[in-house]
C-alpha cells in the first residue's frame, strides 16, 4: 500500500513506519494519522511480523498535532471532528510498539511516543509538551501518561510551564527505555524489535497487554476527560491568539477568556 505521509519497511520481523513530513517536522495532520493507524493494523494483522517500530527524522519524530489544521476550530468543530479519537486505535495494537526518537519530540508526538511500548532515544532528543504556549492542554493522553511515567513533579513543570527534558534527562525519569548516538539509534530500536519479535507470541502479547492494564487502569476515564477539556479550549480567545501567534511567528498576548 502506498501512502502520502508516512513510508513503511519490513526489516526481518520487524514493521518500520517512519513518519515523512519533513518540511512540518511531522506534524500529525488527520490523514497521517489515518495511514499510521492502516499501517499498523496492517502490521498487527501480518502473521510474519513480530513488532513495529515508528520513527520520524533525526531532526524531528514529531512537532506534535498539525496547529495549522485546527487553529481556527471551535469546540465543537473539534468535538465533532473528534481528530483524536482515531488516536485511541494505536492503544488497541496488540503486538509490541518502539518508538525510535530523535530530534524534537512534542505535543502529539510525545503522547504517540508514550502510547508505544518502549522508547529508544537519540542523544538529540527533546521531550516535551508545549501546549501550554498555544493556550491549551496535551489532548491525547499527556497529561495522564506523563503523571504515571515521570510522576507529577515533572509532569506539572511540562504540562503547564512547558519544561522540556533533555533525553538523558528522560532516561532518569522514566520515560524512556535507553538513550543511545544519534547515528544508531534507529538499529538499537530494530534490533531490540526483533528480539522481542522472535520470542513466544502469545507470551509476548499476554505480557503487553498486563503490563499496560497495570499501568492504564483509570487512564481510559482520565484520557477522555483530558480530551473533553483540550476541545473545550478551543472555545477560548486564547486558543485562537496562541495557535495564530506561533503561526505569524510571534509572541501571543494571552486575555485570560
Ligand atoms: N503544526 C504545524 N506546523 C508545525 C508544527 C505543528 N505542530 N511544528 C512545526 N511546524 C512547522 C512550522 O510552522 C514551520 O513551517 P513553515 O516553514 O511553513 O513556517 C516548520 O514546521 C518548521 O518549524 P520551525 O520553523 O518552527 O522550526 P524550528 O526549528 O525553529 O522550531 C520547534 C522547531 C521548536 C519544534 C517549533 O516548530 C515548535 O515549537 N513547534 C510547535 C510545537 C508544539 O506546539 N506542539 C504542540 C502542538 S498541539 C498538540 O500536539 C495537541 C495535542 O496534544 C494533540
Given at each position: 500500500?502506498?501512502?502520502?505521509?508516512?513510508?513503511?519497511?519490513?526489516?526481518?520481523?520487524?514493521?518500520?513506519?517512519?513518519?515523512?513530513?519533513?518540511?512540518?517536522?511531522?506534524?500529525?495532520?488527520?490523514?497521517?494519522?489515518?495511514?499510521?493507524?492502516?499501517?499498523?493494523?496492517?502490521?498487527?494483522?501480518?502473521?510474519?511480523?513480530?513488532?513495529?517500530?515508528?520513527?520520524?527524522?533525526?531532526?524531528?519524530?514529531?512537532?506534535?498535532?498539525?496547529?495549522?489544521?485546527?487553529?481556527?476550530?471551535?469546540?465543537?468543530?473539534?468535538?465533532?471532528?473528534?481528530?483524536?479519537?482515531?488516536?485511541?486505535?494505536?492503544?488497541?495494537?496488540?503486538?509490541?510498539?518502539?518508538?525510535?526518537?530523535?530530534?524534537?519530540?512534542?505535543?502529539?508526538?510525545?503522547?504517540?511516543?508514550?502510547?508505544?511500548?518502549?522508547?529508544?532515544?537519540?542523544?538529540?532528543?527533546?521531550?516535551?509538551?508545549?501546549?501550554?504556549?498555544?493556550?491549551?492542554?496535551?489532548?491525547?493522553?499527556?497529561?495522564?501518561?506523563?503523571?504515571?511515567?515521570?510522576?507529577?513533579?515533572?509532569?506539572?513543570?511540562m504540562v503547564i510551564n512547558n519544561r522540556?527534558?533533555?533525553?538523558?534527562?528522560?532516561?532518569?525519569?522514566?520515560?524512556?527505555?535507553?538513550?543511545?548516538?544519534?547515528?544508531?539509534?534507529?538499529?538499537?530500536?530494530?534490533?531490540?524489535?526483533?528480539?522481542?519479535?522472535?520470542?513466544?507470541?502469545?507470551?509476548?502479547?499476554?505480557?503487553?497487554?498486563?503490563?499496560?492494564?497495570?499501568?492504564?487502569?483509570?487512564?481510559?476515564?482520565?484520557?477522555v476527560d483530558e480530551r473533553r477539556a483540550?476541545?473545550?479550549?478551543?472555545?477560548?480567545?486564547?486558543?485562537?491568539?496562541?495557535?495564530?501567534?506561533?503561526?505569524?511567528?510571534?509572541?501571543?498576548?494571552?486575555?485570560?477568556?
Open positions: 500500500m502506498s501512502y502520502s505521509f508516512i513510508l513503511t519497511e519490513i526489516h526481518d520481523r520487524v514493521g518500520l513506519i517512519r513518519f515523512n513530513r519533513p518540511k512540518a517536522l511531522n506534524a500529525f495532520n488527520r490523514p497521517l494519522m489515518e495511514e499510521l493507524v492502516q499501517a499498523l493494523e496492517d502490521f498487527d494483522n501480518n502473521a510474519s511480523i513480530g513488532a513495529m517500530v515508528i520513527t520520524g527524522s533525526d531532526r524531528a519524530f514529531a512537532a506534535g498535532a498539525d496547529i495549522k489544521e485546527m487553529v481556527e476550530a471551535s469546540a465543537v468543530d473539534m468535538l465533532l471532528a473528534d481528530n483524536l479519537g482515531i488516536w485511541d486505535r494505536i492503544r488497541g495494537i496488540k503486538k509490541p510498539l518502539i518508538a525510535a526518537v530523535s530530534g524534537w519530540c512534542l505535543g502529539g508526538g510525545n503522547e504517540v511516543a508514550m502510547m508505544c511500548d518502549m522508547i529508544i532515544a537519540s542523544e538529540t532528543a527533546k521531550f516535551g509538551q508545549p501546549e501550554i504556549n498555544l493556550g491549551v492542554i496535551p489532548g491525547s493522553g499527556g497529561t495522564q501518561r506523563l503523571a504515571k511515567s515521570v510522576g507529577k513533579a515533572i509532569a506539572m513543570e522540556t527534558l533533555s533525553a538523558e534527562e528522560a532516561y532518569r525519569f522514566g520515560l524512556i527505555n535507553r538513550v543511545v548516538p544519534v547515528e544508531v539509534y534507529l538499529d538499537e530500536a530494530l534490533k531490540l524489535a526483533n528480539e522481542i519479535g522472535a520470542r513466544a507470541p502469545l507470551a509476548v502479547r499476554s505480557g503487553k497487554e498486563m503490563v499496560n492494564q497495570a499501568f492504564e487502569t483509570f487512564l481510559k476515564e482520565g484520557v483540550f476541545y473545550f479550549l478551543f472555545s477560548s480567545d486564547d486558543q485562537k491568539e496562541g495557535m495564530r501567534a506561533f503561526i505569524e511567528k510571534r509572541d501571543p498576548e494571552w486575555k485570560g477568556k
